[in-house]
């Protein structure tokens, strides 16, 4: 079989340094994390071959550019980082893609850096790491970015880990539910739902938005969200039910969810086309997001497009 993962991270030194982030945790996964974050043939490649995956498609760390940066630095930073990364590629073609970081502090930046990895440098997309202080992907200002994704045919992937906004009570004395355990799923998929129900897809129908972790719960709410749709009045009326732009415009990875039971259930919800396998490197580990994969019982087929198929369709790799 062969795989390609396509939420993987690495960092750069300097550039939204995932370093103080991770050192308030002091544990031995952070510290496993610094050493395999910057790195690409030590430790990334020999687990990646241990495990049987065949591309990684490389994405910057979160916090990314999602920081609280002026808009120079982060035009600066992207360039900076995409170039260390198509260097990366050029030196790995056979094994690395990648995902274009984006300065959206500046959206006609963005727009421009956008083109510029995916006609010169050959990235597959871009990623970016959720909300930019507040502002989110639906607003008016960002409709020049779904207009390029959409022209030049290439996803953005739309992952947590941007610097919280809000203080949500519920996180008081729990700690370890902040983050990737709970919290940024709830954000992801809210901020999802608001490009969904703010009509993107209906003025960008060929526009692809790709969310990790299964789907940050939204394949497993379809039928809840159109039920709930369709007894609100708001000033705008999607062209068609919440559910029908999940598999759709809407896709889905695999990453750090390794259930069997959860993927048979995401296919059965939103089908095998719209699921790719990721892992979420180097956060979870290669063999159990393959052997997690492995254990399923979907069809030959099914695990064909899952493995590999549906990203070198949707990524063009």
Known sequence: ????????????????????????????????????????????LPEMDAAGIDVQVLSLTVPGLQVDIDADTARDSARRANDFLADVVSRHPTRFRGFAALPLQDPRAAVAELGRCSNELGFCGALVNDQLGGHYLDEPVFEPLW?????????????????????????????ELYGAMWSWA??????????????????????????????????FQRSRLDSRYATTVTGYRLQRPPSAYLGTNIVFTTSGVF???????????VGADAIMFSVDYPYESSQAAVDGFERTTLSSGDREKIAHANAERILRI
């Open 1 to 44: 079989m062969r795989y390609i993962a396509l939420e993987e991270a690495f960092s750069i030194p300097g550039i939204a340094d995932p370093m103080s982030q991770l050192a308030s945790r002091a544990t031995p996964y952070a510290e496993e994390w610094l050493r395999k974050l910057p790195d690409f043939t030590e430790y990334r």
């Open 259 to 269: 259930s069997p039971a959860a993927l048979t259930g995401a296919v059965l919800e």
């Open 147 to 175: 207009e390029a994704l959409e022209s030049l045919a290439v996803p953005l992937y739309l992952h947590p880990g941007a610097p919280p906004v809000d203080h949500w009570y519920v996180l008081n004395g729990h700690p």
């Open 186 to 219: 709830a954000e992801v998929s809210g901020h999802a739902l608001r490009i969904l129900c703010g009509g993107v897809f209906d003025r960008h129908p060929s526009a692809t938005l790709i969310l990790g972790h299964m789907g940050e719960f939204l394949p």
